[in-house]
C-alpha cells in the first residue's frame, strides 16, 4: 500500500486533539470523515481481512456522505 498524503497542507490541518465546535467543527468533522473512509477504500483485501471487514463493506461505508 502507498503512503497517502493529506491534500492540504500542514499549514492548514488541525491536530487530531483540536477540539473545534459550531459550523467549523462539523466541517472538521466531514472532513475527517471523508479522509477516513477514502483510506478504507484504499486497504487491500489482506488489510480488510485483518479488520473483518470485507470489500463490500468497506465500499458501502466509504460511499456515505460525509456528514453521515
Not at 18 to 27: D, E, F, M, Q, R
Not at 35 to 59: F, I, N, P, S, V
Amino acid at each position: 500500500m502507498s503512503a497517502r498524503t493529506s491534500p492540504l497542507p500542514a499549514s492548514l490541518r488541525l491536530p487530531a486533539a483540536t477540539a473545534v465546535t459550531g459550523w467549523t467543527g462539523w466541517l472538521v468533522r466531514c472532513w475527517r470523515n471523508w479522509e477516513t473512509r477514502r483510506g478504507l477504500a484504499e486497504l487491500d483485501d489482506h488489510l480488510l481481512k485483518d479488520l473483518g471487514l470485507t470489500r463490500e463493506q468497506a465500499m458501502l461505508e466509504s460511499d456515505k456522505l460525509p456528514w453521515r
